[in-house]
Nanobody, 128 residues
Framework: VQLQAYGGGLVQAGGSLRLSCAASGRTFSSATMGWFRQAPGKEREFVAAISWSIWSTTKKTYADSVKGRFTISRGSAKNTVDLQMNSLKPEDTAVYYC???????????????????WGRGTLVTVSS
């Protein structure tokens, strides 16, 4: 499985960006895809994730720091996930990484170690 992230860039505080992640290499009947970020000098942290299965209800979860501002959703293309980021703040500046696992979670695991596949990061810079 390969993950490709798109959509990073430079935006002013209060602005919006949309990140997309496309998974290729296999078709998922169940999967969890999420976003993590790492700011300079800081540890990687969880941002948001979505878990789906053809047999179960889609689940979503967000870090407290982005709740109400970011929305994760499945993209229109198969095996894609979008992250709509609104009301961006300078502290959202980081390299954002897409991650995936072929497991459905009723309660989504937000630990990076649980995700089997990772994409290269995309830089999001929010200027003040």
């Amino acid at each position: 499985v390969q993950l490709q992230a798109y959509g990073g860039g430079l935006v002013q505080a209060g602005g919006s960006l949309r990140l997309s992640c496309a998974a290729s290499g296999r078709t998922f009947s169940s999967a969890t895809m999420g976003w993590f970020r790492q700011a300079p000098g800081k540890e990687r942290e969880f941002v948001a994730a979505i878990s789906w299965s053809i047999w179960s209800t889609t689940k979503k979860t967000y870090a407290d720091s982005v709740k109400g501002r970011f929305t994760i959703s499945r993209g229109s293309a198969k095996n894609t996930v979008d992250l709509q980021m609104n009301s961006l703040k300078p502290e959202d500046t980081a390299v954002y990484y897409c991650a995936a696992d072929t497991v459905y979670y009723t309660n989504i695991d937000t630990r990076g170690a649980k995700y089997e596949y990772w994409g290269r990061g995309t830089l999001v810079t929010v200027s003040s």
